[in-house]
């Protein structure tokens, strides 16, 4: 029987340690006081690496310098999504991400070469050179040589001129349109394809035509598996489709699936993977198409509770910690406090609306 999913210590001074990894849970990983995984290793920061599962992947996410992915330094602030058998190192200290399933010859080599493909597709390729057996290398030695003499029979070898194939009058190149730029007389190439081979062949193409061309096009298979990674910071489960060329419909999942306050300020989101992701057009979520002003976000999902008096109200967290007007939370200052939630304003400006659940309230809000 399969275990259920855990983080295994690989290496470092707590080496054949274990710790599960409950569903729905986000683990804290570091040196200080008030993480779940404690790691007394050289360079663990006091939070250093939070985790969460994803599915069937591993969520990390880097508080503090110093987290490596298979050798990549990963910045403070962003995520990455590990299959089962991947590594990453904290400091001295490495850690594995098991899924419950018996690692297997080549597990950590193909969740390697899963994490390059999406994130550093020339360093996949060429780990994919590197294990290939010498017969193939001979194979592709004498291919490339074979080609070589082709193409230098060709250059010398007198041919018709022959019309240029109309590849994009295909149905698969409709959304790419051509023009020249005036300075400079290259052809610009703009646009949208569904694949990363059709956009090798529009290069050819675009090549064979002499000149130097430029490419602008954005490859849709591509560009929702960014998304999905953007999504992952702030949902767990979220389902994703698209809408047409550069534009993709976000379904949420449940409230309690929500990762962050932003989750529910679904404009905000639009706006941050418009600048983050080439090509993209619009996020829309499903469900929240008609959103407009402030923003509102359920008080328990911050952990907090709306407490009154007949002369004031206040917020108060888990530790009891109260917060009146004026006060500020890490979401922003409280710029109001009623009997049916608070008015946050972030340092943008802003407003977020803490609402109690209404039904949990004797009266209406």
């Not at 299959?83 to 850690?95: D, I, K, N, Q, V």
């Not at 193909?110 to 390059?116: H, I, K, N, S």
């Not at 407490?307 to 910690?321: I, K, P, R």
Request: glycine share 10%; hydrophobic share 45%.
């Amino acid at each position: 029987m399969n275990d259920s999913p855990r983080l295994l210590v690989a290496s470092g001074l707590h080496a054949g340690a274990s710790i599960a990894l409950p569903e729905g849970h986000a683990l804290k990983i570091g040196n200080g006081s008030g993480v779940d995984l404690i790691l007394a290793d050289a360079g663990v920061a006091p939070h250093h690496a939070t985790v969460s599962l994803s599915g069937k992947r591993l969520l990390v996410h880097a508080v503090s310098d110093g987290v490596t992915v298979f050798g990549r330094i990963l910045k403070s602030g962003t995520n990455t999504l590990l299959h089962h058998g991947a590594s990453f190192g904290l400091g001295e200290a490495r850690l594995q991400f098991n899924h419950g399933e018996p690692f297997k010859e080549g597990t950590s080599l193909r969740a390697e070469r899963a994490w390059l493909l999406r994130h550093a597709p020339l360093a996949w390729l060429l780990k994919r050179f590197a294990t290939l057996p010498r017969l193939v290398w001979f194979a592709l030695a004498a291919t490339a040589l074979a080609l070589a003499v082709a193409y230098g029979l060709k250059l010398y070898a007198p041919r018709p001129p022959r019309p240029h194939a109309p590849l994009l009058e295909q149905p698969a190149y409709r959304q790419v349109h051509v023009r020249t730029e005036k300075e400079t007389g290259r052809r610009v190439y703009e646009g949208y394809v569904q694949s990363v081979g059709e956009l090798g062949a529009l290069s050819l193409d675009a090549r064979a035509q002499g000149g130097a061309p430029v490419l602008r096009v954005a490859v849709i298979d591509v560009m929702q598996e960014q998304v999905n990674d953007f999504l992952d910071k702030y949902y767990r489960g979220a389902q994703l489709r698209a809408a047409g060329p550069g534009v993709f419909v976000a379904t949420p999942p449940a409230a309690d699936a929500y990762l962050a306050p932003e989750s529910w300020d679904y404009a905000r989101l639009d706006r941050l993977a418009r600048a983050q992701i080439e090509g993209l057009k619009a996020l829309r979520f499903a469900g929240h198409e008609n959103d407009s002003g402030p923003v509102r976000i359920p008080l328990e999902a911050l952990g907090l509770n709306l407490l009154s008096t007949s002369h004031t109200a206040w917020l108060a967290d888990a530790q009891g910690t109260r917060y009146f007007a004026g006060a500020r939370l890490p979401l922003g200052k409280i710029t109001g406090i009623a009997g049916c939630g608070a008015t946050v304003t972030r340092d943008d400006g802003s407003v977020y609306l803490l609402t109690v659940n209404r039904a949990a309230k004797a009266s209406p809000c």
